[in-house]
């Protein structure tokens, strides 16, 4: 169970758009496709923001999209706003009951 | 509204025992399956713990595992996670998160309950 490997940090203009990298093995990422990200504020609760690599629930804006390629997830924001910077997560199922995260990716609009 | 609230978290000394709770509100609980997530202070998510709905199927971090239980009381609404020897490493604020529906994603989570674990 070794942690999903993201970019410590990246950052864009608002506007610009940002892609966060999630890289696992083939015993997760690359095995199911239960990849989900999280977005979290400091002192709030994550908030589930895509699962299932690509889908985003009811209410996380269109400018958020997933996607997977091999071992590597990857969660793109495009028309970058002010109020997306925070630290944001990746997550996935690797069998037997259990998941595994990422370290997280802060995320700087400038 | 869906609420997950939990408690028992507090200031525990080594090899100390400990028992945390979450009560469940506003969706029906015995449909899902349930997670413990944890974060240690300015560090990153860790997911500890889950369980199916029916409790026939457990799944434990490495780091946890042979030290904490996690089980259910769906009659009740809640969650718990029995913790045992403790160890500081195992300071973190500790989530319960509910599964979307399979797959391992969260889509709510409780605002916390913090363990420390020190002498």
């Known amino acids: 169970q070794s942690a999903l490997t993201q970019p410590r940090s990246v950052s864009g203009s608002p506007g610009q758009s940002v892609t966060i990298s999630c890289t696992g093995t083939?015993?997760?990422?690359?095995?199911?496709?239960?990849v989900s990200w999280y977005q979290e504020h400091p002192g709030k609760a994550p908030k589930l923001m895509i699962y299932d690599v690509n889908k985003r629930p009811s209410g996380v804006p269109d400018r958020f999209s997933g996607s997977k390629s091999g071992n590597t997830a990857s969660l793109t924001i495009s028309g970058l706003q002010a109020e997306d910077e925070a630290d944001y997560y990746c997550?996935?199922?690797?069998?037997?009951?259990?998941?595994?995260f990422g370290g997280g990716t802060k995320l700087t609009v400038l | 509204e869906v609420q997950l609230v939990e408690s028992g978290g507090g200031l525990v000394q080594p090899g100390r025992s400990l028992r945390l709770s979450c009560a469940a509100s506003g969706f029906t609980f015995e449909d899902f399956a349930m997670h413990w997530v944890r974060q240690a202070p300015g560090k990153g998510l860790e997911w500890v713990s889950s369980?199916?709905?029916?409790?026939?199927?457990?799944g434990y971090a490495d780091s946890v595992k042979g030290r904490f239980t996690i089980s259910r009381d769906n009659a009740k609404n809640s969650l718990y996670l029995q913790m045992k020897s403790l160890r500081t490493e195992d300071t973190a604020l500790y989530y319960c998160?509910?599964?979307?529906?399979?797959?391992?994603?969260?889509?709510?989570w409780g605002q916390g309950t913090l363990v420390t674990v020190s002498s």
């Open positions: 997550c996935s199922y690797a069998g037997r009951y259990t998941s595994v």
């Open positions: 998160a509910k599964e979307r529906i399979v797959g391992g994603s969260f889509d709510y």
């Open positions: 369980i199916t709905w029916n409790s026939n199927n457990i």
């Open positions: 083939s015993n997760d990422v690359g095995r199911y496709n239960y």
